[in-house]
């Protein structure tokens, strides 16, 4: 019996030192520059700039870390993406009428549009991979 408390007690202490170990590194994550391609989306441009195109819109903030986390891939998905389709972002502290719009609750949530009109939704850390098979699929 009292082995077992032992061995629980050591893996409860491996587990919050890698959760602490997890957390540090997530929250030193730079902020990156978005690409050149990357649409920065307001309130006033969200309608022209998603209508006629595919858009895969990134609701972020800089507070947060897994934002921050999928800054870079964004970046290799706009990289990758040619003809009508393109990424955008919009500031959810800077544009929080347009969170509230599209119901976004939690970020980063990223809401695929096509021709203005909302066909998917991803909510969390996706991958370059993921992203661009759900835009092609769209396309």
């Given at each position: 019996m009292q082995t077992t408390f032992i061995i629980i007690g050591i893996l409860m202490a491996a587990f919050i030192g890698f959760r602490y170990f997890a957390?540090?590194?997530?929250?030193?994550?730079?902020?990156?520059?978005?690409?050149?391609?990357?649409?920065?989306?307001?309130e006033q441009n969200f309608q022209q700039q998603t209508k006629g195109k595919l858009v895969l819109v990134d609701f972020w903030a800089s507070w947060c870390a897994p934002c921050r986390m999928m800054a870079p891939v964004l970046n290799?998905?706009?990289?990758?993406?040619?003809?009508?389709?393109?990424?955008?972002?919009?500031?959810?502290q800077q544009y929080q009428s347009l969170a509230n719009k599209f119901?976004?609750?939690?970020?980063?949530?990223?809401?695929?549009?096509?021709?203005?009109?909302?066909?998917?939704?991803?909510?969390?850390?996706?991958?370059?991979?993921?992203?661009?098979?759900?835009?092609?699929k769209a396309g």
């Open positions: 957390m540090a590194k997530m929250k030193n994550t730079p902020l990156v520059a978005d690409h050149e391609k990357v649409l920065t989306l307001t290799d998905v706009s990289a990758e993406l040619s003809g009508n389709s393109h990424v955008g972002k919009v500031d959810i119901k976004v609750r939690n970020i980063p949530t990223m809401i695929l549009f096509k021709n203005g009109t909302e066909i998917n939704r991803f909510v969390g850390i996706k991958s370059k991979e993921f992203l661009l098979k759900e835009i092609a």
